[in-house]
């Protein structure tokens, strides 16, 4: 989305303070925090600088400019920053330090710098920006249930065993268990078995089938 959200707002020359208004968009199924942050708060003006947006929602930003401040080799050199961040119960405290704290921003969470140009051009009233832009809409967090006392982060978790706490210690070998000593015996012969001949087989009882 990034590639088709406007660069500019283009405001005409005038003896007054100009107003704009930009739409917001959420087309995604996230909840985002919006910070909009003027280069200059002397020259532009914005009517909302945190807002809550829904999924599939809109919000309109009014931005005021007063052109008068501009000098003419600055026409195109102001602009209005705007953050996004997603929202869950889980970064909840993190968002509130990041909308109290200014300069608290970076690149990653900026939806769009749009550059406030003074022009004799065509003014639009309304300038559409979508989330989320260029800015990343999944955040890596701490998990904050681990300071919820009502629900601990391992409430529902069995400790596991340990690999081998489950496990018998077999007996160490004896080292003469590992030596072998050819016998004299001849071949096919167990040492100390008689072996036994084909009538011997032959005597033996045969199976009964139950």
């Known amino acids: 989305m990034a590639a ?6 283009i405001f005409n020359h005038s003896d007054t ?5 930009v ?10 925090i919006l910070k909009i942050v003027p280069t200059n708060n002397a020259v532009v003006s914005v009517d909302a600088r945190n807002i ?41 405290k993190c968002i509130q330090e990041w909308i109290s704290t200014d300069g608290s921003e970076n690149l990653k ?4 710098s749009l550059v406030i140009k003074v022009s004799k051009d065509y003014s639009a009233r309304d300038t559409v ?21 009502d629900c601990p982060l391992d409430k529902d978790t069995l400790t596991v065993l340990r690999c081998c706490a489950d496990c018998l210690t077999a007996q160490a ?7 072998f000593t050819p016998t004299g015996t001849t071949c096919g012969a167990i040492a100390g ?9 032959l005597q033996l009882p045969t199976a009964i089938a139950v």
């Open 4 to 9: 088709t959200n406007p660069e500019k707002i």
């Open 17 to 21: 303070p100009t107003t704009r208004r």
């Open 23 to 32: 739409l917001i968009r959420n087309p995604t199924n996230n909840v985002f």
């Open 52 to 92: 809550m947006i829904k999924p599939k929602n809109f919000v309109p930003i009014n931005i005021t400019v007063n052109t008068t401040k501009i000098p003419l080799f600055e026409y195109a050199s102001h602009s209005v920053n705007v953050y996004a961040r997603p929202y869950s119960t889980a970064n909840h």
């Open 109 to 112: 969470q900026r939806v769009q």
């Open 129 to 149: 920006l979508d989330l989320p832009g260029a800015a990343q809409s999944i955040e890596s967090t701490v998990w904050a249930q681990t300071s919820r006392p």
């Open 173 to 179: 070998i004896d080292p003469a268990d590992t030596k």
């Open 193 to 201: 078995w008689a072996v036994a001949t084909a009538a011997d087989w």
